[in-house]
C-alpha cells in the first residue's frame, strides 16, 4: 500500500558522528525497541546496528555506528572504519551534534568532513535540544549552516521526544523509489545472542571506570533454546565471557567476593528477560585475553575481526 500517487521508498540511513552524542538513544526511539546499548560514556556503540523502521509508504533501514573519534590503530580504528564503511553504503546520512556552544569544536569538525567526504544527502540533526534554550539554539543553526550543504537542520530531543516526530518525513523524500527491503515485523538483524551479549557489555560501561569498559568484550558461548517459550515458564540458559586485558581489570570486573560481576550479572538478566521475554539463567565468566583491543588476533577472538 503506497500514499496516494507516490511511490514506496526504500533506503539505508546512517546514523554518524562523534562519540556520545546519541545516536543509539536515536536509533531505539526511531525503532521503539532497544536495539542499540547506551551509555553516559563515550565509544559505547562497536558495531554497525541496524533498525527498521517501516511504514505503509517507506521503509527505512537506520544504521548506528561507533562514534567518529582519532583512533590509533586496534579496536578504535576498526570502529571508525566501521562507521565510514556504513556511511559509504547510505542513501541518506544523519550526522548527529549535540545542542550546545555556538563554537565549533575541531574534533566535530574533522568529524563532519569525514562524512562531507562521502558525498551523500545528509541532515544535520542537533540532538539533546532539551538541555539549551531555543535563544542558544538558533545561532548553532546558522553556524553550522555555513559548514557545509546540510538537506536539511532538524533539532530534537532522543531522550524527552522533542521535535522528533517529522524526521522520517525529512528523510523518506532521499530513498529510492523501491519495495520492502525486509518483511514488515523485522526491526533489527542484530542475532539475539548478540543482543544479550551487549546488554552485558552496557552493564560493564555503566558500573565499572576507567579503562576496564574499553577493554573488556562479551562472548556468548552457549545460548540453549530448548525449553523456551513465551511467559514466566519458558527459560534461556546463557553463557558468556567477559574478555578482559590484564589480570588487574579481571580483579576489578569480579569485584570484592565476586561482588561486581554479580551485579553485572543480575542487571543484565533483568534486560534479557524483558527482551527474550521469558526466563533467563545466566553464567558470566571472566577471561584474560592479553591486549586484545591491540592485535588482529585478539579483536577476532573478541568478535571484531576484519569480516565480522
Ligand atoms: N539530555 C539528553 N541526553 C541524551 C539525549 N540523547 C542521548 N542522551 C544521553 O547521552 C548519552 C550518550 O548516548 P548514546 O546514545 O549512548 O550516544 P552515542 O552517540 O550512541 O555514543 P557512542 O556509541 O559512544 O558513539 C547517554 O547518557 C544518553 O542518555 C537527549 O536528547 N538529551
Ligand atoms: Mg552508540
Sequence with gaps: MTKAGGAHRAGFAAIAGRPNVGKSTLLNKLVQQKVAIVSPKPQTTRSRILGVVTRPDAQIAFVDTPGLHEARGGLNARMVDRAMRTVADADVVLFLIEAGPRRIDPKVKDALDRVKAAKKPTVLVINKIDLVSRDELLPLIDRFRKEHDFVEIY??????????????????????????????????????????????????????????PYSAAVLVEEFDESERQVGPRGLVRLLATVLVERDS???????????RLKEIGTKS???????????????????????????EKGLRRAGYGETE
Design 269 to 295: 538478566r533483568e534486560q534479557m528477560e524483558r527482551l527474550l521475554g521469558c526466563k533467563v539463567f545466566l553464567q558470566l565468566h571472566v577471561r584474560v585475553e592479553k591486549d586484545w583491543t591491540q592485535t
Design 249 to 259: 581489570q579481571k580483579a576489578i570486573l569480579i569485584g570484592k567476593g565476586g561482588a
Design 155 to 212: 533539532p530534537l530531543s532522543a531522550l524527552t521526544g522533542e521535535n522528533f516526530d517529522g524526521l522520517l518525513d525529512v528523510l523518506i523524500p532521499h530513498l529510492p523509489e523501491s519495495d520492502p527491503l525486509f518483511p514488515p515485523d523485522v526491526f533489527t538483524d542484530v542475532p539475539e545472542r548478540e543482543l544479550c551479549a551487549e546488554l552485558v557489555r552496557e552493564q560493564i560501561l555503566r558500573q565499572t571506570s576507567q579503562e576496564v
